[in-house]
């Protein structure tokens, strides 16, 4: 297969479910900081993606979401300042969209 043929493919499912459109590479961004947001350890991740160095993932491909920046915030307090932090209530959790996601589009048409 062609490069241009999976691009070309790609574009017609996400036309076709109604997203944006994104280039391949993207998905493999979203994969990786989602694996992380997720608790994947990095070293799994790095294998996964094919690369010899943790590094690479890190540098490269995985991104900080909101939840990871809170989740340290609260490490830190509870760790460094000792800090007393009242369990929240606990909730589903809701998957976030990285920047690298495809967006619904909504439709122009009237109901």
Partial sequence: MRPSSIH???HRILDHAGYD??????????FATNALAYGMDIKTLSTILGHVSCATTLNTYSHVTDEMRQRAAVKIDLGI???EIKPQEEK???RTMTTFQARKRWSRKAS
């Fill in 8 to 10: 070309q493919r790609l």
């Fill in 21 to 30: 459109r994104v280039r391949f590479h993207d998905l493999r961004h979203t």
């Fill in 81 to 83: 300042a000792k800090a």
């Fill in 92 to 94: 589903p959790r809701e």
